[in-house]
């Protein structure tokens, strides 16, 4: 009789000579014919893709030449093709279309529409009055849908907890953002991550569990050159202050609110200008601050946290290609540090030219 084992054997072997007789169409093609990334040369801001009306919506700078533009990053649905081609130079002083064609041969037909950017532009949503629950999940996210600018990192922290970065009503239809640093129990404690700081920034997250610090990616596309930020904050450092193996440690928390202008224009990022706060003051009332960005080279004293991790900084002549503002409850966030229960709310951010 045959035996279970050999009965496996049997049943493996066959499927070995049975997939040589079945077609690579076997399961038909590809009929999927989505554009899911689009940026422009000259782009400022970031893409809104609208899948349903297959409307694609951006910004440029105020002095590119709209009749000479071109794509010059597009991601497609898997084996879909896109004509015209990337980079290749297109007239957007009306709307452009683009067709893509899935692998079966199905088509549908993307309008491009470009807008320069005003003189002096504001990050969109930077009331953060506007947000959304993103498809599958049971947390919100600021802006109106997924091509907003600003990101969080909650999709890190549900699994283990509940969102740390959240929309509170401060006043009626005024909302503000919330930030919270969380204990993330044992089981985060095991990789080293136990302290979950609540952060905010422009720019997207995409969780990679095999490198997680992998999984922000901060900064938009923009070009202009303002003097100074403004907002409104509150802030309360918890205790105790522990690191990511769970021990607590003899530190006060402090919030870190920044703004970076950086040149991405060749391989090296290259600082453009620097403006930095961070506290440990209790703050329990809304306060309005304004900090001044700093243009080249910081001067020297500063303090060594300010300073670009590679060490480059732009000349005055070089564009201004990428903005990041980032917003945390615990400063050392990035090194899963941080006072039990530290809150940041941040309101009205304002970029003062």
Known sequence: MLNYKSFLFVFAGALLLCSGCVKETYFG???????????LSNESGSTSIHQDSLIIRLNVDANADLT?????SVQLSTYAQLSPGVRVSQDFSKPVPYIVTAEDGSQAVYTVIVSK??????????????????????????????????????????SLSTANTTPVEIAS????????????????????????????????????????????KFGIA???RPKSFTLSYKYQ????????????????????????LENRSGTLVKRAATAWFRSGEMVNDFKKITIPLVYGRLPA?????????NGMFAADNEAITHISIVFSSSAAGASYEGGVNSTLVVNDLVLNY
């Open 68 to 72: 000479k533009l071109f794509p010059d």
């Open 117 to 158: 950017q005003a003189a002096n532009p504001q990050i969109s949503n930077s009331n953060f009055n506007d947000w959304y629950t993103p498809a599958g999940k049971n947390y919100k996210q600021p802006g109106f849908d997924a091509s907003t600018e600003w990101a969080t990192g909650n999709d890190g922290v549900v």
């Open 237 to 260: 450092a918890g205790t105790p202050y522990k690191n990511g193996s769970g021990q607590t440690l003899n530190k006060l928390d402090s919030c870190d609110i920044y703004l970076l």
């Open 301 to 309: 004293g500063s303090p060594t946290y300010q300073l670009p991790a």
């Open 29 to 39: 093609k590809s009929t999927f014919k989505k554009i899911l990334y689009f940026t």
């Open 222 to 224: 923009y070009t202009s």
């Open 173 to 216: 239809a005024d909302l503000a953002a919330k930030m919270v640093t969380k204990d993330l129990g044992l089981l985060a404690q095991l990789t080293g991550q136990r302290m979950g700081a609540g952060t905010l920034f422009t720019g997207t997250f995409k969780l990679d569990i095999g490198n997680p610090l992998n999984s922000a």
